[in-house]
C-alpha cells in the first residue's frame, strides 16, 4: 500500500516536471555531443552480470566517452575491477541514501541515462535526477512515458543478455562476445588459498564448487539428491567440496554435507561476493540451482552445471558457454506457465532431474578434470 501511494506521488511529480522539459527521442546524430554516459542495472547479482556485455559494448564501441555505472551496493564487488568501468556509484536500495544519490546524479552532468534493468519506482526518478537529455529504458516500465527511447521484447525466451544488449544497440553499440565479464583482482588467489588451507592442510584433491539453494525454494534441486551427488563425486574422484550459502541457508548445506564434513568447507554467508568468486575460481566444476552464485561461475568461466526449473533456460540459462550443461525438464513434467514465484510447492520440475544423469554427464563431459579417480 506504502509502495503505491510512493509510486502516484512520484508519478505525480514527474508529470510536473515534464511540462517543463522537452523530451525527444535518441538518434545517432546525438553522439557526437556525447560525453559521459550512464547505464544503470541495480537489481541481483545475475541481473548485474547479465549488464557485463552491454557494459562492454558501449565502452568498445565508444572508447573515448565515460561510461559510469549505477550498481546496488551488495554488488559492488562484482564491478569495481571491471576495466570497462570508468566510474561505480552505488545505489543503497529503496529510499536509502536517497538524497545523497540524487545530489551525485545531478553533479555528474550525464549527457545519457540507459536502464539496463532497475525497478520501478525508483528507476526513472533517478535517471531524471541526472537531467541527463536522453534516457532510454524499459518500455513496460510504469513510468515508461518520461522516456526518450522506449525498447521492448517482444520474444518471452529472448535471453537476458541480449535484452540488455539490445538497450545501448539504440546509441549503436554492440559486440560479438556475449560472455559475461567479472574480473577480479591480483590478489585473489592468495586470498583463496588461505580460506582453503584453513580447512585443508594440502590441495591434491580436485576441488568442485556447489550451490544448493538461491532466491526460492521453489527453484531448488532436492537436496537428497545434492548430498547423493556429493557422495557418488567423493567416492569416485576424491572430490573436495565448496558449499555455497547464505547465513540463513547455512542449515541446508549442513545437511547435505552431513557424513562428508571432513571434505566440505561451508561458507555460510563469511565471504563478500570478491572472496567468493576467488573460492569458486579454484574449483574445477561448479554445480548449482538457478542463482546468482550460477551465473558467477559462468561469467568466470567455469565448467558449470546449471539445475534449472521455474524460469527458461533460454532466457536465463548458460549463454555462449562451451563448457557448461544445462539440466531442463518442466516442459515434460508441468504445464503451469507462471511459477516464476514462490508459491510453487511441488516443483517437480527439479524432482525430475535425477542425481544419476548429472553425475552421467560429469562423467562423460567433466571426468577428464579430476583424475583418474577409483573407477
Not at 315 to 322: C, V
Request: positive net charge; hydrophobic residues 40%.
Amino acid at each position: 500500500m506504502a509502495t503505491r501511494f510512493f509510486e502516484k506521488i512520484v508519478h505525480r511529480l514527474m508529470r510536473e516536471r515534464a511540462r517543463r522539459r522537452t523530451l525527444r527521442p535518441f538518434d545517432l546524430a546525438a553522439l557526437e555531443g556525447i560525453k559521459r554516459i550512464l547505464l544503470m542495472t541495480t537489481t541481483a547479482i545475475g541481473d548485474t552480470l547479465f549488464s557485463t556485455p552491454a557494459i562492454r559494448a558501449v565502452k568498445e564501441t565508444y572508447p573515448d566517452k565515460e561510461v559510469h555505472i549505477l550498481g546496488h551496493v551488495r554488488n559492488q564487488f562484482l564491478l569495481q575491477e571491471n576495466p570497462y568501468i570508468d566510474h561505480l556509484l552505488l545505489y543503497h536500495g529503496k529510499r536509502k541514501k536517497i538524497a545523497t544519490l540524487f545530489r551525485q546524479l545531478k553533479e555528474q552532468r550525464y549527457d545519457l541515462v540507459i536502464i539496463l534493468h532497475s525497478n520501478d519506482p525508483e528507476a526513472l526518478p533517478l535517471a531524471w535526477a541526472t537531467g541527463a537529455p536522453f534516457i532510454i529504458g524499459p518500455g513496460t516500465s510504469r513510468f515508461a512515458e518520461f522516456l526518450t527511447n522506449r525498447v521492448y521484447c517482444t520474444e518471452g525466451t529472448r535471453h537476458a543478455i541480449e535484452q540488455r544488449l539490445d538497450f545501448v544497440r539504440v546509441i549503436g553499440a554492440d559486440t560479438i562476445n556475449k560472455k559475461m565479464d567479472l574480473f577480479l583482482p591480483p590478489t585473489w588467489a592468495g586470498r583463496a588459498g588461505q580460506i582453503l588451507g584453513e580447512k585443508w592442510s594440502e590441495d591434491v584433491h580436485p576441488l568442485i564448487g556447489v550451490h544448493p539453494t538461491g532466491s526460492g525454494s521453489y527453484k531448488w534441486w532436492p537436496h537428497p539428491y545434492f548430498k547423493f551427488l556429493l557422495q557418488e563425486l567423493h567416492n569416485r574422484y576424491q572430490a573436495r567440496f565448496v558449499l555455497f550459502s547464505s547465513g540463513k541457508e547455512a542449515g541446508a548445506a549442513r545437511s547435505i554435507s552431513e557424513n562428508l564434513e571432513e571434505f566440505v568447507l561451508l561458507t555460510e554467508g563469511k565471504y563478500n561476493l570478491l572472496e567468493t568468486a576467488a573460492l569458486m575460481k579454484k574449483c574445477r566444476l561448479f554445480i548449482a540451482n538457478d542463482s546468482g552464485p550460477l551465473h558467477m561461475a559462468l561469467a568466470l568461466g567455469l565448467p558449470t552445471l546449471a539445475l534449472i526449473g521455474a524460469d527458461s533456460p533460454l532466457r536465463i540459462g548458460p549463454y555462449e558457454a562451451p563448457n557448461s550443461a544445462t539440466f531442463y525438464r518442466k516442459e515434460e513434467v508441468c504445464s503451469h506457465l507462471h511459477c516464476l514465484n514462490q508459491g510453487c510447492r511441488d516443483n517437480r520440475c527439479l524432482q525430475a532431474i535425477s542425481p544419476e544423469e548429472v553425475l552421467s554427464v560429469i562423467e562423460s563431459r567433466y571426468s577428464n578434470l579430476f583424475g583418474e579417480g577409483n573407477i
